[in-house]
Nanobody
Framework: QVHVVESGGGSVQPGGSLRLSCEASGYTVKNGCMGWFRQAPGKEREGVAVILVDGGSTYYADSVKGRFTISQDNVKKTTVYLQMDSLKPEDTAMYYC????????????????????????WGQGTQVTVSS
């Protein structure tokens, strides 16, 4: 059984930084993907950044390119991080980590399918608030 746990959210002023961590224990899917998705009140869940677990390829939403960086632990590939710099008020949301229960060929596919697929392991979410 896969257990996904996030940590690292909090409140920060615009322009500040936060680092989120996610560990997917028990995850054994070959060529799956892990990533971060966020949901603000009244809005749909959207992709932020994803990484292919076995290849390391990454994919980002246009709104966070150049500001956010997703990475994985060098030893334990099922631990991923999201470094968020130059945060903006519009980044305020609940951030969820997800680990696909299926093969993923590329980051764009992961980005598009994971929010809608049934065979996905989700964490409980961590709140990120950006305000002055």
């Amino acid at each position: 059984q896969v257990h996904v746990v996030e940590s690292g959210g909090g409140s920060v002023q615009p322009g500040g930084s936060l680092r989120l961590s996610c560990e997917a224990s028990g995850y054994t899917v070959k060529n799956g993907c892990m990533g971060w998705f966020r949901q603000a009140p009244g809005k749909e869940r959207e992709g932020v950044a994803v990484i292919l677990v076995d290849g390391g390829s990454t994919y980002y939403a246009d709104s966070v390119k150049g500001r956010f960086t997703i990475s994985q632990d060098n030893v334990k590939k099922t631990t991923v991080y999201l470094q968020m710099d130059s945060l903006k008020p519009e980044d305020t949301a609940m951030y969820y980590c997800a680990a696909s229960g299926f093969f993923v060929s590329n980051g764009g596919y992961c980005f598009a399918v994971v929010p809608r697929a049934g065979n996905v392991n989700w964490g409980q979410g961590t709140q990120v608030t950006v305000s002055s």
